[in-house]
C-alpha cells in the first residue's frame, strides 16, 4: 500500500527537507545568470527539465500513465492550465532574483500557505477556522501597509503567490503521479521555449555557447529546477500534510536571509512593518499545526 501523509517517515522528513534547502539555495544559481533575460533562462529551466525527469520516469518504470495522459484531451487541457501557471510563476521568480526583488519572491512564498487556506475557502466552500481567518486578516494587513509606504501593490510577490497558489488548487485535480504530471507539464511548455530559443539564436541574441559558464549554468538550468520538484513530490507522500506546512518556510527564510546578507537588499520602513505581521500570521497559522503534530 502506499505510504500517506498519515505518519512522517524518516525517508520522507529526509526528502521534504531536502527539497526545501535546494529551493532556499536556488537563489544563488539564479543570481550567477542576472545578466541573461529571464525569458530565456525559464526557456532553458523547461527545455532542460524534460530529460531529467524522463531518465526518471524510465528509471521508475512509469511511462505508461504519461502516454495515456497525452491521448486524454481533458488530461491535456488541465495539464496546459497547470503550465502556464508554472511557467508565469518561474518567470516572475527569475526576474525577481536576477534584478534585485529577492525579498518580494521571500514574501511572496511566505504568505502563499495563507493566500492557499483562503482559495480553498472560496473555490473548494472549505471553512475557516477563526485562527486561520485572524491569519489571513493579519497577512493582508501586512500587505496593506507595503502598499501604503510603497504607492504601490508589491506586485511580484502578490504574482508569485497568486500564480504558485492556483497552481496547487489545480494540481490536485490533475489525475496522474506528481513526477508523471511534472514531465507532462513540461513536455507542453517544451515548443514554446524552443521556438523562443531558436529565434533568439536566429537573431543573435542567444546567451547558450557563447560562453563555456554561461552553456553550462543554462543547462543546469533543467537540474535545479527539476530535482527540487520531483524531491518534494515523492517527501510529501512520505509525511503529512501538516508537517509539510511547518517544513515550507524554510526556503522562504533562506531567501530572505540570503537577499539582505548577500544580494544586500535593504529593509525599508515598510517591510520592517509587513514582515513582522506576516511572520506573526504565520505564527499564529502554525500553532494548530504544531499541536496536532504533538498530539501525534
Same mark, same amino acid.
Request: hydrophobic share 55%; glycine share 8%; charged share 10%.
Given at each position: ?22 529551493w ?8 550567477? /545568470? ?36 497525452l ?20 518567470a ?9 526583488? &529577492? ?16 482559495l ?24 496593506a ?5 510603497a ?8 504574482? %508569485? ?6 497552481y496547487? /488548487? ?16 513540461? %513536455?507542453?511548455?517544451?515548443?514554446? &521555449? ?19 559558464q554561461?552553456?553550462?549554468? %543554462? ?5 535545479v529546477?527539476?530535482?527540487? /520538484? ?10 503529512? /500534510? ?17 537577499a539582505?546578507t ?13 514582515f ?9 497559522y ?11
Amino acid at each position: 500500500m502506499t505510504q500517506t501523509q498519515n505518519v512522517d517517515t524518516p525517508r520522507g522528513l529526509a526528502l521534504a527537507i531536502t527539497a526545501y534547502l535546494l529551493w532556499g539555495f536556488l537563489p544563488l544559481y539564479m543570481k550567477a /545568470l542576472s545578466h541573461i533575460s529571464p525569458v530565456e533562462v525559464v526557456a532553458h529551466r523547461i527545455v532542460w527539465s524534460v530529460p531529467v525527469a524522463g531518465i526518471l520516469l524510465i528509471a521508475l518504470g512509469r511511462t505508461r500513465d504519461l502516454r495515456a495522459a497525452l491521448r486524454n484531451p481533458r488530461m491535456l487541457g488541465m495539464a496546459c492550465v497547470t503550465a502556464a501557471l508554472i511557467s508565469v510563476n518561474w518567470a516572475i521568480y527569475v526576474w525577481a532574483i536576477t534584478t534585485g526583488h &529577492a525579498l518580494d519572491a521571500a514574501l511572496g512564498y511566505y504568505i502563499n500557505p495563507l493566500f492557499s487556506i483562503a482559495l480553498a475557502a472560496l473555490i473548494l466552500g472549505e471553512r475557516l477556522t477563526r485562527i486561520q481567518g485572524l491569519a489571513i486578516i493579519l497577512a493582508a494587513a501586512g500587505v496593506a501597509v507595503l502598499v501604503f509606504e510603497a504607492g504601490k501593490l508589491p506586485w511580484a510577490a502578490l504574482s %508569485l503567490t497568486v500564480s504558485w497558489g492556483f497552481y496547487a /488548487l489545480f494540481k490536485r485535480s490533475l489525475p496522474i503521479g506528481p513526477n508523471q504530471g511534472f514531465l507532462l507539464e513540461v %513536455l507542453i511548455l517544451t515548443p514554446f &521555449a524552443l521556438a523562443f530559443l531558436l529565434w533568439q539564436s536566429a537573431q543573435g541574441l542567444g546567451s547558450f555557447g557563447v560562453t563555456t559558464q554561461d552553456t553550462v549554468l %543554462l543547462a543546469g538550468a533543467g537540474v535545479v529546477t527539476a530535482v527540487p /520538484l520531483l524531491v518534494y513530490a515523492n517527501g510529501a507522500k512520505l509525511v503529512r /500534510l501538516s508537517t509539510m506546512g511547518i517544513l515550507q518556510y524554510i526556503a522562504p527564510t533562506m531567501i530572505f536571509i540570503t537577499a539582505i546578507t548577500l544580494f544586500g537588499e535593504e529593509i525599508d520602513r515598510g517591510r520592517m512593518i509587513a514582515f513582522p505581521m506576516i511572520w506573526a500570521a504565520l505564527v499564529i497559522y502554525s500553532v494548530p499545526m504544531l499541536r496536532q503534530m504533538r498530539r501525534a
